[in-house]
Nanobody, 120 residues
């Protein structure tokens, strides 16, 4: 399973970004795809997960009012829509596949990450 993230960048507080995670044709039809983030000096934090076969989603409660995870199976892509961004959302965002919920240590496949920087 190869994962390629894109869509990161710099944005002012209150703005929006949509991250994309493209996965390859070898990805199983029923797999958990998740987004994590890691800010400098902090532990990796689970953001959202989607079960690709059923489309079931879960977003960390502290983020669910601003972040949404979705998928486009025809494009084999998972998205993370982030609205009303704040400076404390600044982090490297990673896509991961084939793990359990938002337990980052359970995920074996990771993308290279995409940087999100939110300024005041």
């Amino acid at each position: 399973v190869q994962l390629v993230e894109s869509g990161g960048g710099s944005v002012q507080a209150g703005g929006s970004l949509r991250l994309s995670c493209a996965f390859d044709a070898y990805t199983p039809a029923n797999v958990r795809m998740a987004w994590f983030r890691q800010a400098p000096g902090k532990e990796r934090e689970g953001v959202a997960v989607i079960y690709t076969q059923r489309g079931t989603t879960f977003v960390t409660p502290s983020l669910k009012d601003r972040f949404t995870i979705s998928q486009d199976n025809t494009k084999k892509t998972v998205y993370l829509q982030m609205n009303f961004l704040r400076p404390d959302d600044t982090a490297m965002y990673y896509c991961a596949a084939n793990g359990t919920g938002l337990l980052h240590r359970s995920y074996k496949r990771w993308g290279q990450g995409t940087q999100v920087t939110v300024s005041t």
